[in-house]
């Protein structure tokens, strides 16, 4: 796997470099700053660009328009965009075009190798990348006679693995149960959650940040 | 009132008064009596029916505009001498006229040299009838002496049997002493030259004066002025080159048209210029009676712009302690400045300026604005300024609240930025070597180690964490970035009871508007979930000039807005108000 790297702060770039070089994944380029890790992107067609979301001049959302354009341009580049903010407007923001390839992750959880690489098999492998804080932040949102606080502790458990972007065998493997069973739990959590989008697509994982997101 | 007034006119004024009936009782004496033709013809009058019309329009007018500027201008003397040209202006016709009795022709000849100082007088006068420099002071004094000395001199010394120029009165002089025709002559010459040298000066003045004025009436008075210097200064000059008068004589009789319609001109515009005067006067009168009655604070220069018939009038008062000035609403403005046809009043009260008027010179003499500007009024302009003034400050007050406000945004915002690039980087490393030293413990077998080291990487993720918390309540990052609307959505995120959010505002504030906006909204579902609300409801919304927020909740017991929310949205000259369950706040947003 061929990875760019920007992040302006050297101590996290460095971490995330070495990381990476223990878990044998080929970093192609390092850049500080979203004009160089356009020019990067272009030149060496990575796999994955790990961008941080806040880089110069502005301090402010940089990484995640780079982000958008890289997809909009290179279809066949994935993006896994690192930050320090529980926003879930920014990781919508980031999926909401083409949620297919995209991760957003806290900058403290890549630094556990086995979700750095996780993530990034993932979202070469065409899925998405949903921090759990995020889902957790959404699934604790107060309602107005929820329909979340009717589903059981099970059907709760896969729509938060169905939130951070997992695929149905992805979800079995962790749960320790059969994907046809994973599938029986999507189509009835859809159900209760009246989620007109198809169970099985991959936009899914829109449908559902985006009905958690809503509001009561 | 009236007593007070007839006081201040005082003797003065009774002595005009029987000096215009006198002058008066004379013009109308000479145009009833005074016969219209002669063979050959003694007076200009008589030379034809023309002449005689112009003759005798000329002087009515003359009087008439007198009358009208001793009855508007009270003060000033241009009344009486414009009364008293009228008067002399008639002389000539006495002069000639054979049948009256010699000491009226006589009379009327000593009287006559005064008709060119009295008309180059008003001239310089009109048409406030003030002479405003020492020049024109010592000109119309000089103009005077010399015409007494001439006509003095004539009296005693002309006897009209051996002038050999003599066309008009050949017989009568009651005064003469001892016949000195030499005298006379050079006499007459002196006369002759000095009011040529005088009206060339006074038209000068004048030229110098119309470069100097506005449109208007003013500019009207000296053009007419100047045509009555020139025609003067002509005629003075023709009889110099050709002591024989004759008004058969065509450019004698061209010259004395000429006189006689620039002096019904100047008359005319005379007139004129009282009747603006009067207009503009009792204009200001009722303006005054209306300020005392009830001012209106602020309306002053709508009021003085309306009387005056001058949509440009400028109102400044002076602000206590420094050079600025302000206008009736407490904004700044420039000081009024004179020029190009303006001019600025000063209005005093108490031996202190406490306004400026910047007006146009056209229609008002500013002396007159000031003293028509009564006691009264005074008070209502002083309570205008004083009601300035408090506003100013208020603007003032307003300014270095909305900067206080946003000088603890802008730490605010820094402090966050600090936290996020400095604190919470230096913690994310550190639990990069911690997780490192983890690894290295397992792989050498130390179980020990790496099982305190994990513990010790789980205190660094919570310590991750409330840095995170702590960093988004000091500076909400996605406000700043992305906008009011996404910064709700993740305070609804957080909030500890449900909240709904209907967010019709779609653009873009300035950063203290939106500031203000999220920490009340924050504030109102915190106190909200406090009184045990189930649910809030947050409404957003934005017309042209203002930004509506509504909070509704169905706390038990009446909500209270905190004191730094007020402070905040007074900040930006918006309000904060709250009915039972409902918190409503307005922000103008322009």
Redesign the interface.
């Known amino acids: 796997m061929r990875v760019v790297v920007a992040e302006d702060?050297m101590?996290?770039r460095e971490?995330i470099v070495r990381?990476l070089g223990e878990a044998k994944v080929e970093v192609v380029a390092e850049v500080e700053d979203a004009e160089a890790l356009m020019r990067q992107v272009r030149l060496e067609r990575p796999d994955v660009a790990v961008v941080d979301i806040?880089m110069p001049p502005t301090?402010?959302?940089e990484g995640l328009l780079a982000a958008q354009q890289i997809r909009r341009e290179l279809p066949g580049v994935g993006v896994l965009l690192l930050s320090?903010?529980?926003?879930?407007?920014?990781a919508l923001?980031l999926l909401e075009e083409r949620p297919e390839k995209v991760g957003y992750l806290l900058?403290?959880r890549v630094?556990?190798?086995a979700i750095l690489i996780d993530a990034l098999r993932r979202i070469t492998d065409g899925e998405s990348v949903v921090d759990p804080t995020i889902v957790f932040?959404?699934l604790?949102?107060?309602?107005?006679d929820?329909p979340v606080d009717g589903l059981t502790p099970r059907e709760r458990e896969v729509l938060a693995l169905v939130a951070e972007g997992l695929s149905n065998a992805a979800i079995a493997a962790r749960l320790f149960v059969t994907a046809r069973t994973v599938e029986a739990h999507v189509k009835q959590v859809f159900l209760k959650l009246r989620l007109d989008a198809n169970p099985e697509s991959h936009r899914r994982v829109l449908a559902v940040l985006a009905y958690l997101?809503a509001?009561? | 009132m009236k007593a007070a007034a007839f006081a201040g006119v005082g003797r003065a004024g009774v002595l005009r008064l029987v000096a215009c009936l006198l002058a008066l009782a004379a013009g109308i004496t000479t145009v009833l009596l005074v016969p219209n033709s002669a063979k050959p013809p003694t007076t200009y009058g008589s030379a034809s029916g023309l002449a005689w019309a112009a003759d005798v329009l000329a002087g009515a007018s003359l009087l008439a505009a007198g009358l009208a500027l001793t009855i508007v201008r009270r003060r000033a003397w241009i009344g009486i001498v414009a009364v008293l040209a009228g008067a002399v202006w008639f002389a000539p016709d006495w002069v000639g006229w054979e049948e009256a009795a010699p000491l009226l022709r006589s009379a009327a000849m000593v009287v006559g040299p005064f008709l060119a100082p009295l008309l180059l007088h008003l001239v310089l006068a009109a048409p406030t009838g003030r002479l405003d420099s020492r020049a024109a002071r010592a000109l119309v004094a000089t103009l005077y002496v010399v015409a007494a000395v001439v006509s003095i001199g004539e009296a005693l010394l002309r006897d009209p049997f051996l002038d050999r120029y003599c066309w008009s009165n050949c017989t009568d002089n009651v005064f003469l002493v001892r016949p000195d025709q030499e005298v006379v002559r050079w006499l007459q010459t002196g006369y002759l030259l000095a009011v040529v040298a005088g009206a060339m000066a006074v038209g000068a003045l004048v030229v110098w004066r119309l470069a100097n004025t506005g449109r208007g009436v003013r500019q009207v008075v000296l053009l007419a002025g100047l045509g009555v210097a020139a025609s003067v200064a002509f005629s003075a000059g023709a009889l110099l080159l050709d002591r024989a008068e004759n008004p058969s004589v065509t450019s004698f009789a061209a010259l004395f048209f000429a006189r006689a319609a620039a002096t019904t001109a100047l008359a005319s515009a005379l007139g004129w210029a009282a009747y603006v005067a009067w207009r503009t006067r009792s204009a200001v009168a009722r303006l005054t009676v209306d300020l005392a009655e009830a001012p209106a604070p602020g309306s002053l220069r709508a009021s003085l712009a309306a009387s005056l018939g001058d949509p440009d009038v400028e109102v400044a008062y002076p602000l206590n302690g420094s050079r600025r000035f302000i206008d009736g609403a407490g904004e700044a403005v420039a000081q009024p400045t004179g020029g190009q046809g303006r001019v600025v009043t000063p209005i005093v009260r108490d031996g202190r300026e406490i306004a400026l008027v910047g007006h146009s010179r056209g229609d008002l003499a500013a002396e007159e604005l000031a003293r028509e500007i009564g006691a009264g009024a005074r008070l209502a302009v002083e309570n205008e300024r004083l009601q300035a003034e408090v506003l100013a400050q208020l603007h003032d007050l307003q300014g270095s609240r909305a900067r206080i406000v946003e000088a603890g945004d802008t730490a605010r915002r820094r402090l966050e930025?600090d936290l996020?690039?400095g604190a919470?980087?230096?913690l994310?490393?550190l639990?990069?070597d911690l997780?490192l030293a983890r690894t290295a413990a397992q792989s050498e077998g130390d179980e020990g180690l790496a099982l305190t080291l994990e513990g010790t990487v789980d205190e660094a993720?919570t310590a991750?964490e409330e840095l995170?918390e702590l960093?988004?309540g000091i500076y909400p990052?996605?406000l700043?970035?992305?906008g009011l609307g996404?910064a709700l959505?993740?305070l609804?995120?957080?909030?500890?009871?449900?909240?709904?959010?209907i967010d019709h505002s779609a653009k873009r504030h300035s950063s203290p508007v939106e500031t203000a906006v999220y920490i009340l909204v924050d504030d109102a579902v915190a106190e909200a979930a406090r009184r045990h609300a189930?649910?809030a409801l947050v409404r957003v919304r934005s017309d042209r000039s203002r930004l509506l927020v509504e909070v509704e909740d169905d706390g038990a017991v009446a909500g209270s807005v905190s004191q730094h929310v007020r402070d905040r949205v007074g900040a930006l000259g918006g309000r904060v108000e709250r009915v039972g369950g409902l918190f409503r706040s307005e922000i103008p947003c322009a």
């Open positions: 702060t101590l996290t971490g990381l806040r301090h402010t959302d320090h903010y529980v926003e879930p407007s920014y923001r900058k403290e630094f556990d190798i932040r959404l604790g949102r107060k309602r107005r929820d997101g509001g009561p | 930025r996020h690039d919470q980087q230096r994310l490393a639990t990069y997780r993720h991750l995170r960093a988004h990052t996605i700043g970035e992305a996404p959505r993740g609804a995120d957080r909030a500890a009871i449900p909240v709904e959010l189930t649910h």
